[in-house]
């Protein structure tokens, strides 16, 4: 197959390039920047606001994977710019070169739009979506972790530093970026799922108790830690704090502060993928180690 993929030099989406790669197909990928030649890959300059581009990207493929987002933005019109504006220019694009297959990746925040600005603007590209007419298919990952990851990073250098600071005490699930660009993949490759939302785990039941994730990361990183559940007032405080310090470059922004707080980002068992799609490979505890180990190896850690 050919498979238009943006967000292809981000952390899912170059993930999830590899294994096209490895299984066969061919990539046509967004980028903003030149990028060396790779065989297999076509990569077509621009950006979500490229019309062009688009177009160049979506022209003859089989299907496209949108992966590209905003996670992060100084307000809501940024966030609304990336993750709604760009869905519909490439939705737009995709129906336009009548294209088979739409996999969107989306986030558990949509599921609570009213905690942030991120999720509401998810929520909304789910929207768009939903209304394109394509044949489409969505992910709502939770905390995705795996090398070259510079989010979940922090609480991997939190906790080799032996003390974890978290937000009230909740539940969350995981995955590996690897099995996340699996599900993709199938997804991409098998039209038995049109208008599917699904939500995609390590198969761990009722997911992590914060508590239990910053244990694991800590002996993922060889460190017993310590996990201190911060109260509302103290995140909010420092996310101010963090924004006012690294500011573009934060990544406790009062905006993630807003869903960070909310007690459960668990997948629901009801939208998981059936097993004859896909079912996770990594154990998050082994994943973890392994996430460790690229880290140090790249001199993160």
């Known amino acids: 197959m050919i498979i238009a993929l943006t967000g292809a030099t981000g952390f899912v989406g170059s993930t999830l ?77 995709a129906k336009a070169a009548g294209v088979g297959r739409f996999v969107q990746v989306s986030s558990l925040a949509a599921r609570e739009p009213n905690l942030s600005d991120y999720g509401n603007s998810k929520a909304g590209a789910e929207a768009v979506v939903e209304r394109s007419g394509l044949d489409w298919a969505m992910v709502r990952p939770p905390a995705i972790y795996g090398p070259r990851d510079t989010e979940m990073f922090e609480l991997f250098r939190a906790a080799k530093l032996g003390v974890v600071p978290l937000p009230p005490e909740g539940r969350a699930s995981m995955i590996h970026v690897s099995d996340l660009a699996a599900l993709l993949l199938a997804l991409a490759v098998t039209p038995a799922h049109a208008g599917q939302v699904y939500e995609a785990d390590d198969g761990v039941d009722g997911g992590w108790r914060h508590v239990e994730m910053a244990r694991a990361i800590g002996d993922a990183v060889g460190r017993k830690v310590i996990p ?49 799609l896909w079912q996770p490979r990594i154990e998050t505890r082994e994943g973890l180690r392994a996430t460790a180990d690229w880290y140090r190896n790249a001199g993160w850690l």
């Open 228 to 276: 201190i559940s911060m109260p509302a007032a103290l995140v909010k405080g420092a996310a101010q704090i963090d924004r006012l310090i690294r500011r573009g470059k934060a990544k406790l922004t009062p905006d993630r502060a807003g869903y960070m707080m909310h007690p459960d980002w668990t997948a629901d068992p009801a939208k998981r993928p059936p097993a004859g």
């Open 17 to 93: 390039l590899d294994l096209a790669l490895a299984e066969g197909h061919s990539v046509r990928a967004l980028t903003r920047r030149e990028q060396p030649a790779r065989e297999g890959v076509e990569w077509v300059r621009g950006d979500l606001a490229a019309a062009d581009a688009l177009r160049a990207l979506c022209e003859g493929a089989d299907a496209v994977v949108h992966v590209a987002g905003v996670v992060n933005a100084p307000d809501n019109f940024g966030f609304v710019s990336g993750n709604v504006t760009g869905t519909q220019a490439v939705v737009d694009a």
